[in-house]
């Protein structure tokens, strides 16, 4: 397919901290692992691309939604110094976007659609892990590909779904077709673009965090897209008791709607002690940390494992950080708790359940709380940055 594009580029300045060093996946003055310590000055442009071409095994998908992610913002946001927020892999200039959906118009002649497995014939509604996994590196060859050491993300160090089309590996993608018997094209889309970030949430609680039993009793700190999608997962799986702890009272209600029970607002009330209330002294088998401020969240989550009555409570940390969690290690002993890292969505049958899950009837389109044009999306970007009134602004392609 020949012709232009245009996509929302964000663009920064190579400028290392003293003392860093390039690591072995790192490439010198185009991306890093470590992107807090190396990207300064970022900018968002709308720049002029070529149509890409899919090779053998990708497929070319024309973007039909794609949401902005906290982690958009993060990278576009710059502290005193100029440095960017984000912490993790990053590659500019690349074009953002890693919360889409869309359909099929091209794909090479090996590519297969793995709802069918047969090849695509063009049409069919998709989504993508945003990982790009290689799929022969020890971790991928364990069964870990979110810790695949030759990983490329969308929209971090490659070119993302802020844009009209991008071409992808078909072993990324999965079908949307399964929600088209509860949603309609628009909101087919709106729900295909959140697939991803739910997918996030799933494998925090589910595949990490071991999951729960019905019954449990659940604390999600932070209501973001993620929290809210943890929300809505666990009552589904069964969760007695969903607590959000969220500050802005929006978000803390989209959390209420999706699945929590009760909210704690931990700057008008004290966090572990409204959680024992709630819990009547028991506490809770299950804590998310996904606010990225865990020097500030953990000494309440710690007090409740403490005084609750729960034993082998688990604190999944969600949320990219680089401050320090201060934990005492007699805590975790004497109440047989534990804390457990997740990163990623991808393996593990997580984008197909969370699918069928959405297709039954786990309804996230709601979160979709303001539509926006491919020309207004840098100025919403830069407004989450002071603003978090929307829980998620969704671009839809024309």
């Not at 739910?198 to 494998?203: I, K, S, W």
């Not at 494992?305 to 007699?330: D, H």
Request: with cysteine; charged share 25%; hydrophobic share 35%.
């Amino acid at each position: 397919m020949n012709g232009k594009m245009q996509g929302v580029t964000l663009v920064a300045d190579w400028e290392p901290k003293p003392g860093f060093k390039l690591g072995s996946k790192d490439i010198e003055g185009r991306q890093t692992y470590l992107g807090s310590q190396v990207w300064r000055n970022p900018r968002l442009e709308i720049r002029t691309y070529d149509i890409p071409t899919p090779g053998p095994e990708e497929v070319l998908i024309e973007v039909k939604a794609c949401g902005v992610c906290g982690s958009d913002v993060h990278m576009a946001q710059a502290g005193e110094d100029g440095y960017i927020f984000y912490p993790g892999l990053t590659g500019f200039p690349s074009i953002l976007g890693h919360e889409f959906s869309g359909v099929i118009v091209d794909a090479g002649k090996n590519a297969r659609d793995k709802r069918t497995n047969k090849p695509f014939k063009g049409g069919e509604a998709v989504t993508s892990e945003e990982m790009l996994w290689c799929g022969s590196c020890k971790p991928c060859a364990d069964g870990y590909p979110n810790h695949c050491e030759q990983l490329d993300e969308i929209g971090f160090n490659v070119n993302g779904a802020d844009t009209k089309y991008l071409v992808l590996p078909a072993r990324t993608i999965w079908s949307l077709e399964p929600l088209r018997k509860n949603y309609s094209d628009a909101d087919l889309f709106v729900a295909g673009s959140l697939v991803e970030p739910t997918c996030v949430a799933y494998n925090a609680v589910i595949e990490r965090g071991g999951g729960i039993r019905p019954g449990d009793r659940v604390v999600i700190l932070g209501g973001g897209p993620v929290g809210i999608a943890a929300c809505a997962i666990l009552k589904r799986a069964g969760a007695s008791m969903v607590i959000i702890s969220e500050t802005q009272q929006n978000r803390a209600d989209m959390a209420l709607r999706l699945g929590a029970d009760y909210h704690v607002n931990p700057l008008k009330e004290d966090f572990a002690e409204r959680v024992l209330e709630l819990t009547e002294g028991m506490g809770a088998d299950l804590f998310m940390e996904a606010t990225g401020l865990p020097e500030v969240v953990y000494p309440g989550i710690e007090k409740v494992i403490w005084e609750g009555r729960t034993l082998n409570s688990k604190v999944v940390v969600t949320a990219r950080a680089e401050a320090k969690m201060p934990v005492a290690g007699e805590v975790l002993q004497v109440r047989r708790a534990s804390i457990i890292g997740a990163q990623g969505h991808s393996g593990h049958g997580t984008f197909p359940r969370v699918i069928e899950c959405m297709a039954s009837g786990m309804d996230m389109t709601p979160m979709s709380t303001k539509k926006v044009t491919l020309a207004e999306i840098p100025e919403n970007i830069l407004q989450l940055q002071t603003d978090r009134s929307e829980c998620k602004i969704t671009y839809i392609a024309p």
